[in-house]
């Protein structure tokens, strides 16, 4: 890793994995609340919500008069076959806001603290979500190690759209004093569409990198990285 200045991670199914099936999860606060549906029913509903969901543009974000709770407050009730308690709903989203939902690499905050530590790269975020993935990485201890975040539900773009990898770069010029060249930065993702080609396609280095496979070798080698640069 050479003369790189900019270095981004998408978030889920590159840092972050799931730590149940959301269908599961959804099962387990329906008993609690006394919800008679099948787990078979629950998956069924969901998957046509978040397929209905994919059908409507994401990267709306400020520009749309429904916030990404009240859209996510719609899936989340779509996806029973009964009415359910508001504040159902309200405990499946805060869930999905802290680190009990997901699973982080365990070597993901060793590699930010080496580089807080070197201060080699700025290191940020972009991923097709709202903001709840900061609250995630917070209540894991890394969000403080991350200079930069873009959230399509905040910012108006999404993967693979140039806009969203152009306001991390240009961030990061504010941020630092000193915009990075394209050819300075790198994005890792688990998509070959949304991530790896769509930012070689603005001059970007890009790598594929997915938390189940070989993402203890890409950490290892940015490990490496630190101090090594010309």
């Not at 504040?87 to 999905?96: I, R, V």
């Amino acid at each position: 890793m050479k003369k790189l200045r900019l270095i981004t991670f998408d978030a889920f199914g590159t840092l972050l994995q799931l730590a149940k099936p959301v269908p599961f999860v959804y099962y387990e606060t329906a008993q609690k609340y006394g919800i008679s549906a099948t787990l078979a029913e629950i998956k069924k509903n969901s998957d046509r919500a978040l397929k209905e969901l994919s059908k409507t543009p994401k990267s709306s974000g400020l520009k749309s008069d429904r916030s990404p709770r009240e859209r996510w407050f719609e899936i989340i009730e779509k996806s029973f076959p009964c009415p359910i308690p508001n504040k159902m709903a309200e405990d499946l989203w805060n869930h999905y806001s802290t680190k009990s939902a997901y699973h982080i690499h365990p070597l993901f905050e060793g590699f930010l603290r080496s580089n807080a530590h070197k201060k080699e790269y700025s290191i940020g975020i972009i991923s097709n979500t709202d903001d709840r993935i900061y609250s995630v990485l917070r209540s894991c201890g890394v969000a403080d190690f991350i200079d930069v975040y873009a959230f399509s539900y905040d910012i108006g773009y999404q993967k693979p759209e140039k806009g969203i990898f152009e306001y991390v770069r240009n961030k990061t010029g504010e941020l630092t004093g000193v915009c990075p060249a394209s050819k300075e930065c790198l994005h890792f993702g688990d998509d070959l569409i949304k991530d790896v080609e769509a930012a070689r396609n603005i001059g970007w280095h890009a790598e594929y990198c997915d938390i189940h496979t070989n993402f203890p070798k890409v950490i290892q080698e940015l490990e490496n990285s630190l101090g090594s640069q010309e």
